[in-house]
């Protein structure tokens, strides 16, 4: 089992609809979370950090969930430019710190 | 302006040939790191450095080599031992590692190694 893994999809949702991911992870020693965004052939470009609480960016909304070990990223309103790879990430912090990047999920915003 | 550049930007090269690859940062930044990503895959962490004159392999370090003269630059040597070198290459940087929000990496442009 991958320690991070993530819905590959594609993701086909019309302009404007709300599309959640979620990102599941296997070592609960995990302890940091973000969400990075990729367009094609581009770099990673940080989307946003996650919180316990959750925390929320315009349009963007990233949660936590350390019961069930799984983090989600929430897009509303979603917009044309949404058009990318989301790539969960997670730092585990034990006797040697890692960071463990997901596959990816892609998500494809049709007019 | 503070970030984190690559160059080349693509890179040609020669089987049996070794290749360097630049990475500089201008952010202060203690840590860097040397990600590989192949088509439609996830990005595989080769190298990291956490100060200068320390650096530790990845998952992935084998055919590669690195150095971590200078706080700003962080260059990966891909060697003729690397047996499937074409790949998108990936560097970038945070201010610590392991310490939470300090963790947060940011990404240079990458370079696009293909050997022929």
């Known amino acids: 089992r991958k320690e991070v893994e993530q819905d590959p999809g594609p993701f086909n949702v019309p302009e404007g609809a709300t599309v959640a991911f979620n990102c599941t992870y296997s070592n609960s020693a995990s302890q940091s979370f973000f969400w990075y965004r990729q367009d094609c052939r581009k770099e990673p470009k940080l989307l946003m950090s996650?919180?316990?609480s959750g925390n929320e960016d315009g349009r963007f909304t990233a949660q936590l969930n350390r019961a069930s070990q799984y983090i989600s990223l929430l897009i509303r309103d979603s917009k044309l430019s949404d058009s990318a790879t989301y790539l969960c990430?997670?730092?585990?912090?034990?006797?040697?710190?890692?960071?463990?990047f997901g596959s990816g999920t892609r998500l494809s915003i049709r007019p | 302006d503070g970030g984190i550049t690559q160059s080349p930007k693509y890179l040609f090269r020669k089987e049996g040939q070794n290749v360097t690859l630049s990475c500089e940062q201008n952010l202060n930044h203690d840590a860097m790191y040397w990600y590989r990503q192949d088509p439609g895959q996830g990005l595989r962490l080769i190298y990291y450095s956490q100060i200068v004159n320390d650096f530790q392999k990845g998952d992935i370090a084998e055919g590669y080599s690195v150095s971590r003269e200078k706080k700003e630059s962080f260059p990966l040597t891909v060697t003729s031992a690397q047996k499937n070198p074409t790949a998108f290459y990936l560097c970038?940087?945070?201010?610590?590692?392991?310490?939470?929000?300090?963790?947060?990496?940011?990404f240079g442009p990458g370079t696009r190694l293909t050997v022929l």
């Open positions: 970038a940087s945070s201010l610590r590692t392991g310490q939470g929000l300090t963790d947060t990496q940011y």
């Open positions: 996650v919180y316990s």
């Open positions: 990430v997670g730092w585990v912090y034990s006797s040697a710190s890692k960071i463990i």
